[in-house]
DNA sequence: TTGCCTCTCACTCAATTGAGTGATTGACTT
DNA sequence: AAGTCAATCACTCAATTGAGTGAGAGGCAA
């Protein structure tokens, strides 16, 4: 019985040679390929993939969404995002809602297919800076979902401390535009605009 | 059996004044008297008093130690704060230590008589406006130890949101200024000098 | 009525902060 | 050898912030 997939991927180049490499092997069904994921959760409903593979950016609803759209609605289906970004944060987001497998698009075609029949098997396929990724999020003792450095992280405590730049330069001996570098390094990664907001996300997800 | 009382209090005259018009009473007896709680514990240990009179500021040890220091050498004496403050802060932190009863030096005499045997009664002898303190402090479902005002709570829980002052104002429909100005009381009630500390404080004490 | 408190608003000033940009060093990989 | 990354430091600029001070309106209580 051949495996039935579903795409959705905006690049219509590439979602088409991707449809026509998986209809040249006999194992492969496709039941459908899409330029967006607005009606995902339908179409997983009806046509009953055993695997979707997902792109990230899409015009409408993110593929994020779409992880999860799918999930709800056929929680046997297993996605594999199948994106550029090796994105720390649209990464764990992809994990969060419900991801399979993860891999890049420079996956060669035969890894691609290895990576299919992988996670039917219930494996999780992952290009190797992915799964790098995964399990270095995991040998810290905190959720470090935004990938901070060991620095970064003194910073980050020293902040919810309610150190001032200042003080967090004295405390660690580095200088004070040292410590505002660490910290806007921090703001960027926490996707927040301001000490405050970090501490208020630091402290609100556990981050540390 | 006389009551013995031992006073705590660096002021010399108002100390010597307040043993001199116990001693005067053949219900009390002076136990002694000093002007400073270093040796608060010792004290409390060797000469067993049933109530101790308790100033808060003081040299060396402040009276709010001194509570603490009595209480723990002996848990069965009754300490009495008298003071001048009518502080929210200090007023929580000799509650904390275990403080029996809080009298302001403006209580007239035969009310701090009174508040003697009360405390002996095994009740908590304190003036008006600190029970209504007290009591306000219950009522507030949270641990509002720090006496914020409802328009208080609302701003430090837009500030923990991260929200900027502007962004504050905004959501209060209130001015800049105001909600600048309402930050400013509740650094001042917090004890802390910028947001971030603030932030710090209400999320570990969880005053929000 | 007087006094106290809350909430409101305003103005100033110095300091801190967020942002943008860029550069150097050393460690580790490829 | 070239590339990546963490960590360090520097400089600018506009904006925000903390502080200090003052003041008016309304509510509530002694």
Redesign the interface.
């Known amino acids: 019985m051949p495996i039935r997939i579903i795409i959705f991927e905006d690049n219509d180049k590439l979602r088409e040679s991707l449809a026509y490499l998986l209809k040249s092997q006999p194992e492969y069904e496709m039941a459908g390929d899409y330029n967006n994921c607005n009606d995902a959760a339908t179409i997983a409903r009806v046509y009953k993939p055993d695997v979707v593979l997902m792109d990230i950016d899409m015009p409408g609803e993110s593929g994020i969404n779409g992880v999860r759209l799918v999930k709800e609605a056929r929680p046997q289906t297993s996605v594999i995002m199948y994106t550029v970004f090796e994105d720390d944060e649209k990464l764990f987001q992809c994990l969060c809602a419900g991801a399979n497998g993860y891999l890049l698009k420079q996956t060669p075609p035969q890894k691609l297919f290895e990576g299919i029949q992988e996670v039917i098997a219930g494996g999780s396929p992952m290009s190797p800076i992915i799964a790098r990724k995964v399990l270095n999020s995991f040998q810290h003792g905190k959720s470090n979902k935004y990938f901070l450095t060991p620095r970064e992280i003194e910073v980050l405590q020293l902040?919810?401390?309610?150190?001032?730049a200042k003080m967090i330069a004295a405390d660690l001996k580095i200088t004070f535009d040292t410590a505002r570098s660490h910290l806007k390094n921090i703001y960027q990664k926490l996707h927040?605009n301001?000490?405050?907001?970090?501490?208020?996300?630091a402290?609100g997800e556990h981050i540390v």
């Open positions: 902040l919810i401390k309610g150190y001032s927040v301001s000490g405050k907001e970090a501490i208020g996300k402290l």
